[in-house]
């Protein structure tokens, strides 16, 4: 398998972002991504996916959607859409229905940012997930960069602080939405999980002082999604798409935090008496499963089983663990930055059955 970091979840100009799509490709460049995908609120740009080149570097650059009910007060259930290759935001106002939607369009659907508070310093309403009776989607988005913001944004100054010192903002998923995971993995859904980073490049003016905070760049070097594909990119656009959103479908991929250091090089494993699994996959508890975890430096390593912390291994680059009860197993890694324990990595689960 061939690792490729993307980082999805983003706006330009056609909706509320401040950028191109020329602009994030540079900026995807310059901070070393594999693939971008740009998610605009309720419109499906069309004609801008393709690899972008800056000297002898290239990114690919995939379009998605956002789509969320504008008429619903507040505005909340956003969910990312890719792969559908229609632009199905006349389905906004019923989660369920545009979920259908979208399996029927043969794409991949996330709740966006599903749990997102408000920050009333700012004038920003809570619009996290609240459709929990939905069914028939691909997975959540664990970790998303711009909510994290909101739980710390208590007053103006506090956001002034932040668009200087953004390297502070980034902890871990929100426990909240780690915890609706687990108990939707535990009630037997295959839920994928994919952190985004909601980038918006947008201007801020405080008195004097104009800036652009959170720039595409920073966020590109922050919370990816580190997805394996069979083969390395060709450089084909339909045939790239193609595997990169298999893998996302199937879950073969982690959350990675890289701005404390690079995730790249992580792996989640399993191994049974028969076959041998990635993160995403099923395999049989019977005979039991030896699951491994590596790490390209070392950290704190989690292992959970549905939900519940089942071993831990600190300072380690590696660690092995013999299952032999069905479950859904899952890693954690957590490493120190900035003075505070962080959250590093968060894979997707390997399902033992
Ligand atoms: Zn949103
Ligand atoms: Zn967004």
Same mark, same amino acid.
Request: with cysteine; hydrophobic share 40%; net charge negative.
């Given at each position: 398998?061939h690792?490729?970091?993307?980082?999805?979840?983003?706006h330009t100009?056609y909706?509320? %972002?401040s950028g191109s799509?020329?602009?994030?490709?540079?900026? =995807?460049?310059?901070?070393? #991504?594999? &693939?971008v995908?740009v998610? @605009?609120?309720?419109v499906l740009?069309q004609?801008l996916?393709?690899?972008?080149?800056?000297g002898?570097?290239?990114v690919?650059l995939l379009?998605?959607q956002?789509?969320?009910?504008?008429?619903r007060n507040?505005q909340?259930?956003?969910l990312?859409?890719f792969?559908a290759n229609?632009?199905?935001s006349?389905?906004?106002?019923?989660?369920q229905?545009?979920?259908n939607g979208v399996n029927d369009a043969g794409g991949?659907?996330f709740l966006?940012?599903?749990?997102?508070?408000?920050?009333?310093?700012?004038?920003?309403t809570?619009i996290?997930?609240?459709?929990?009776?939905?069914h028939?989607?691909?997975?959540?988005?664990?970790w998303?960069?711009?909510s994290?913001?909101?739980t710390v944004l208590?007053?103006?100054?506090h %956001?002034a602080f932040y668009a200087f010192?953004?390297?502070?903002? =980034?902890?871990?998923?929100? #426990?909240e &939405?780690?915890?609706?995971w @687990?108990?939707?993995l535990a009630n037997?859904?295959?839920?994928v999980a994919v952190g985004?980073?909601d980038?918006?490049?947008?201007?801020m003016h405080m008195g004097?002082?104009?800036r652009?905070?959170?720039?595409?760049d920073f966020?590109?070097?922050?919370v990816n999604?580190?997805?394996?594909?069979?083969e390395p990119?060709t450089?084909?656009?339909?045939?790239d798409?193609?595997?990169i959103?298999e893998?996302?479908?199937?879950?073969?991929?982690f959350?990675?935090?890289?701005?404390p250091?690079?995730?790249r090089?992580?792996?989640?494993?399993g191994?049974?008496l028969e076959q041998?699994v990635?993160?995403?996959e099923?395999?049989?508890?019977?005979?039991?499963v030896?699951?491994q975890?590596?790490?390209?430096?070392p950290?704190?390593i989690?292992?959970?089983?549905?939900?519940k912390?089942i071993?831990?291994w600190?300072?380690?680059?590696?660690?092995a663990?013999?299952?032999?009860e069905p479950?859904?197993?899952?890693?954690e890694?957590?490493?120190?930055?900035?003075?505070l324990?962080r959250?590093?990595?968060?894979?997707?689960p390997?399902y033992?059955r």
């Amino acid at each position: 398998m061939h690792e490729i970091v993307v980082n999805l979840h983003m706006h330009t100009r056609y909706s509320d %972002g401040s950028g191109s799509h020329k602009d994030i490709a540079q900026a =995807a460049i310059r901070t070393g #991504l594999d &693939v971008v995908i740009v998610t @605009d609120h309720n419109v499906l740009v069309q004609g801008l996916e393709g690899y972008y080149r800056v000297g002898r570097s290239r990114v690919l650059l995939l379009v998605g959607q956002e789509v969320h009910d504008q008429d619903r007060n507040p505005q909340k259930n956003h969910l990312l859409v890719f792969n559908a290759n229609r632009d199905l935001s006349t389905l906004a106002d019923d989660p369920q229905a545009l979920i259908n939607g979208v399996n029927d369009a043969g794409g991949l659907s996330f709740l966006a940012h599903p749990r997102d508070p408000e920050a009333p310093a700012f004038k920003e309403t809570d619009i996290s997930w609240e459709a929990w009776d939905v069914h028939g989607y691909t997975g959540i988005e664990l970790w998303n960069g711009l909510s994290e913001l909101k739980t710390v944004l208590h007053t103006k100054l506090h %956001g002034a602080f932040y668009a200087f010192f953004p390297h502070f903002i =980034a902890h871990h998923p929100m #426990l909240e &939405v780690l915890q609706r995971w @687990d108990d939707l993995l535990a009630n037997g859904a295959r839920v994928v999980a994919v952190g985004g980073s909601d980038a918006h490049a947008l201007h801020m003016h405080m008195g004097p002082v104009k800036r652009v905070i959170f720039p595409y760049d920073f966020h590109f070097r922050t919370v990816n999604t580190h997805v394996l594909i069979p083969e390395p990119l060709t450089g084909e656009v339909p045939t790239d798409k193609k595997m990169i959103y298999e893998a996302l479908a199937a879950g073969r991929c982690f959350v990675g935090y890289d701005l404390p250091a690079s995730t790249r090089g992580f792996v989640f494993k399993g191994k049974g008496l028969e076959q041998s699994v990635l993160m995403g996959e099923e395999i049989s508890a019977k005979g039991g499963v030896t699951l491994q975890a590596h790490l390209p430096t070392p950290a704190e390593i989690r292992l959970l089983k549905d939900g519940k912390t089942i071993g831990i291994w600190r300072d380690s680059q590696a660690c092995a663990y013999s299952a032999i009860e069905p479950g859904v197993y899952r890693v954690e890694v957590w490493r120190n930055y900035l003075g505070l324990k962080r959250g590093w990595i968060f894979s997707n689960p390997i399902y033992v059955r």
